[in-house]
């Protein structure tokens, strides 16, 4: 690499490529250090960072954002924030996570689970068990949700997940309407993508059921459980009418589609 009397690289290339590496605070003092350089391949550089930082910038403000939200809804005392994966799929459990952030460090790219591509869910989820003040989680069964209905263990498994925490919290935050599984809730429509704790629990909750539906197919083959992850997929409900339902379908979900019984 060619470098100047101060160790800062001098062809265009190289500006070009750290540029393109430099993180948003590399970037902006680059983007100033380079901004009048003549030279095409570094103005098209500059141009691009800047960009990239105008967005990276976007994304910050927007999780800062979640973060002011929760300290809104929640006060200084201990938030706690919940939500669930898995309640409308034909197989596996009901998940739910419970999540308790510190301020600082703020866990940037927080956002709905759905939203976000796998590798990002897993990478965001294990920062978030690093660094969250506690995680808890709660898992029902699909013989339980068969017995008691989605209402009463959708209240259970969010009061065991808080339980799970081990704190006892000032505010629970719930992703949705009032559920009635801890006297201190408060609901938020969209929470998981507008309050930060919410989406924290939406993403280990997603990343935790993901795991556990993945394992289950190489113990049950032939429903797709890796790639549908439990849910009415069209490979999954053919293979529930060509198989019948394995041990861990929820009949309650399955009777439209089940011809044969099979026994495990």
Known sequence: MHEDAGGRPT???????????ASLDEARVLIERYR???????????????????????????????????TELGG???????????????????TVAAVCLRRDPVIWGLNDSKQLDPPVRERLSATIWEHAVS??????????????????CLRMAMASAVEDTGLVPDTVLIDGNPVGAHPREVCIVKGDARV???????????????????????????????SCKGYGSAEHIRAIRDLGPSPIHRLSFCGNFMETPRLF
């Open 11 to 21: 062809t265009a290339r190289e500006i070009a490529a750290t540029l393109s590496s």
């Open 196 to 226: 930060a704790c919410i989406s924290a629990a939406s993403i280990v909750a997603k990343v935790a059921r993901d795991a556990l539906m993945v394992s289950y197919d190489a113990e049950f083959p032939g429903y797709h459980l890796a």
């Open 76 to 94: 200084d005392g201990i938030v706690v924030g919940v939500d669930e994966v898995g309640r409308g799929a034909l197989a596996g459990p009901l």
């Open 36 to 70: 009048e350089d003549p030279r095409k391949q570094v103005r098209h550089a500059v141009d691009v960072a800047r960009r990239r930082v105008v967005r990276e910038e976007g994304e910050r403000d927007r999780v800062r954002a979640m973060y002011a939200l929760q």
């Open 135 to 152: 995680v808890g989680i709660a898992h029902v069964d699909n013989g339980t949700i068969d017995r008691l209905g989605m209402s009463a």
